[in-house]
C-alpha cells in the first residue's frame, strides 16, 4: 500500500502564494499518476491538477491554470502543489492522491493523504 502526507497549508491572504508537499511512503514504486483535488464545505471533492509518473503531462482544471504548478521528486517520492494568486475561492482542503493512471476523477485515484486546509482570507 502507499501512504500519502500533505503538508504546507494554511492561512493566507488573497493574492499570496503558499507550497503544498505530499510525501509517499510505501509501494512507491508502483506510484504513476499523482494528483491534486480540493473540497470546499459542502461542496464535491474536485480536480485541481494531476502529473505523470515522469513528471510531465501536467493537467490543471481551468479554474487554477496560470496559477498553480504541479511538480514532482521522484527521488524523494514527493509532489507539490505551487500555487499563487490566490483567491478566496481557492478556499478549501486540499487532498494528496496516487493512483496507477492519469485523471481528473477523485474515484481513480486509489491513495488518498489526510488533507490539508487552505484558507484565503479577502
Known amino acids: 500500500q502507499v501512504h500519502l502526507v500533505e503538508s504546507g497549508g494554511g492561512l493566507v491572504q488573497a493574492g499570496g502564494s503558499l507550497r503544498l508537499s505530499c510525501a509517499a511512503s510505501?509501494?512507491?514504486?508502483?506510484?504513476?499518476?499523482r494528483g491534486w483535488f480540493r473540497q470546499a464545505p459542502g461542496k464535491e471533492r474536485e480536480f485541481v491538477a494531476t502529473?505523470?509518473?515522469?513528471?510531465?503531462?501536467?493537467n490543471y482544471a481551468d479554474s487554477v491554470k496560470g496559477r498553480f504548478t504541479i511538480s514532482r521528486d521522484n527521488a524523494k517520492n514527493t509532489v507539490y502543489l505551487q500555487m499563487s494568486s490566490l483567491k478566496p475561492e481557492d478556499t478549501a482542503v486540499y487532498y494528496c492522491?496516487?493512483?496507477?493512471?492519469?485523471?481528473?476523477?477523485?474515484?481513480?485515484?486509489?491513495?488518498w493523504g489526510q488533507g490539508t486546509q487552505v484558507t484565503v482570507s479577502s
Open positions: 502529473i505523470g509518473r515522469s513528471g510531465g503531462s501536467a
Open positions: 492522491a496516487a493512483g496507477d493512471v492519469i485523471a481528473t476523477v477523485p474515484t481513480a485515484y486509489q491513495y
Open positions: 510505501g509501494r512507491t514504486f508502483s506510484i504513476y499518476a
